[in-house]
């Protein structure tokens, strides 16, 4: 978990509200990843960067959720409005391309949403 | 898409005995890499096998790969508690495309 910090840890929020993830890579990379965990549907690939440009959002559900990463040391995830379905656990990760430890992921501790 | 199928999705076993775990994919890849979640935390990279690759060990750990069969293994021996958690493979098809993770195999390791 060390290399990406993810805020809040734990989210609570009542069925319409807006809710904003965030992820702060500490080291380098060339790409960033949000995922979405549930016990049915397993780890689920929502949106990936390569050096803050969005490549591939065809995993993200809804319109309802957007993504963005103004600089390569922050990305969030937004959901708007939020919906119980949308309850998971949301990870951050992040990949080198070069270099040691290249093709691996890390991931952060992810968060954990609850939409009432 | 889910490439990577983990077998079983559960195992219980007794610290000390062996756990072995299987992933089977479907299209041709570059890499094969295992990873561990322990309950309320991020994956973390365990072992990277490449395509040409037929073993690999690390530790306790000791992961095999058939591509002519599409399948993995991921063997832990002499098993501890602490092992305790869920362990996906995730197959890396080119290099430059997303990671595709399993849904795991959830072990428990009981003291």
């Known amino acids: 978990d060390a290399g990406v910090i993810q805020s809040p840890r734990h989210e609570v929020t009542e069925m319409g509200q807006e809710v904003t993830l965030r992820c702060k890579p500490i080291?380098?990379?060339?790409?960033l990843f949000w995922y979405r965990q549930t016990m049915m549907r397993g780890l689920e690939l929502l949106i990936y960067?390569?050096?803050?440009?969005?490549?591939?959002d065809s995993g993200m559900p809804e319109d309802r959720f957007s993504a963005k990463m103004p600089n390569a040391s922050f990305s969030t995830l937004k959901i708007q409005p939020s919906e119980p379905r949308d309850s998971a656990v949301y990870f951050c990760?992040?990949?080198?391309?070069?270099?040691?430890?290249?093709?691996?992921?890390?991931f952060g501790a992810g968060t954990r949403l609850s939409v009432l | 898409s889910q490439q990577g199928e983990e077998d079983p999705q559960a195992l219980s076993i007794q610290e000390g005995e062996n756990a072995t775990m299987n992933c089977s994919y479907k299209?041709?890849?570059?890499?094969l890499q295992w990873y561990r979640q322990n309950s309320g935390r991020g994956l973390v990279h365990l072992i990277l096998?490449?395509?040409?690759?037929r073993e690999k060990h690390s530790g306790r750990l000791r992961v095999t790969l058939d591509t002519s069969k599409k399948s993995s293994s991921l063997l832990i021996t002499a098993s501890r508690a602490a092992d305790t958690a869920s362990y996906f493979c995730?197959?890396?098809?080119?290099?430059?495309?997303?990671?595709?993770f399993g849904k795991g195999t959830r072990l428990s390791v009981i003291a």
């Open positions: 990760a992040i990949q080198n391309v070069s270099g040691r430890g290249k093709n691996i992921q890390y």
């Open positions: 080291s380098g990379h060339d790409y």
């Open positions: 960067f390569n050096n803050n440009v969005p490549i591939d």
């Open positions: 299209t041709s890849i570059n890499n």
């Open positions: 096998i490449r395509s040409n690759e």
């Open positions: 995730a197959t890396d098809e080119s290099g430059n495309t997303p990671l595709v």
